[in-house]
Nanobody, 115 residues
Framework: QVQLVESGGGLVQPGGSLRLSCAAS????????MGWYRQAPGKQRELVAT???????NYVDSVKGRFTISRDGAKNTVYLQMNSLKPEDTAVYYC?????????WGQGTQVTVSS
């Protein structure tokens, strides 16, 4: 079993920054995919960014150049550095881990961008 615990959400003004963290525990295999999705009110959950165990990254177009995903393999932790935040980035952000065909989700952390 795998547990994912997120932290780092909150309220920030437009143009500000936040850093999300997600720590994975349990049975973590060497090769996996970790990342972040988000879900805004009334909208479907969407991919934000992913990173493989080898460090390859992928971003949704709307966050390219503003968000950076990284991971610490020794700590089984993935980070999402979010800069130049916009009101449309407001959502619940969910961490996920995919390994051996199974996807695990965190409980979600709220990010609100508002003046």
């Amino acid at each position: 079993q795998v547990q994912l615990v997120e932290s780092g959400g909150g309220l920030v003004q437009p143009g500000g920054s936040l850093r999300l963290s997600c720590a994975a525990s349990g049975t973590i295999f060497r090769f996996n995919l970790m990342g972040w999705y988000r879900q805004a009110p009334g909208k479907q959950r969407e991919l934000v960014a992913t990173i493989t165990s080898g460090g390859a990254t992928n971003y949704v177009d709307s966050v390219k150049g503003r968000f950076t995903i990284s991971r610490d393999g020794a700590k089984n932790t993935v980070y999402l550095q979010m800069n130049s935040l916009k009101p449309e980035d407001t959502a619940v952000y969910y961490c996920h881990l995919q390994q051996l065909g199974t996807t695990y989700w965190g409980q979600g952390t709220q990010v609100t961008v508002s003046s």
